[in-house]
């Protein structure tokens, strides 16, 4: 069972820039992970993933300002998140699976293990 744990959340300003880590307790099976956000009263949407060669994927709402990464010896994801605006404001969590990534959209991307999440509040 792989354990999947976030931080780096808080409160910023408009413009202003965040990273979020992913300690992940093993990723030696993980091939497929990435990042999710959950604004209240919306959906769940996939905001970036990284598959096992390291290529990457993004909503169209975050291209250009997140970059989404991983570091395999220390078992850790990250997510940079520059150009920050009220409309990111959310819950973001951490998924991973041991399947790769399929390649079907972001948000449809089936992940068995998730983190609790950590809070991203941007003010204007």
């Known amino acids: 069972q792989v354990q999947l744990v976030e931080s780096g959340g808080g409160s910023v300003q408009a413009g202003g820039s965040l990273r979020l880590s992913c300690a992940a307790s093993?990723?030696?099976?993980?091939?497929?992970m990435g990042w999710f956000r959950q604004a209240p009263g919306k959906e769940r949407e996939g905001v970036a993933i990284?598959?096992?060669?390291?290529?990457?994927k993004y909503a169209d709402s975050v291209k250009g300002r997140f970059t989404i990464s991983k570091d395999n010896a220390e078992d850790t994801l990250y997510l940079q998140m520059n150009s920050l605006n009220p409309d990111d404001t959310a819950m973001y969590y951490c998924?991973?699976?041991?399947?790769?990534?399929?390649?079907?959209?972001?948000?449809?991307?089936?992940?068995?293990?998730w983190g609790q999440g950590t809070q991203v509040t941007v003010s204007a």
């Open positions: 998924a991973a699976d041991e399947m790769d990534c399929t390649g079907g959209p972001l948000s449809n991307e089936p992940f068995g293990y």
């Open positions: 093993s990723s030696y099976s993980l091939y497929c």
């Open positions: 990284i598959d096992s060669d390291d290529n990457t």
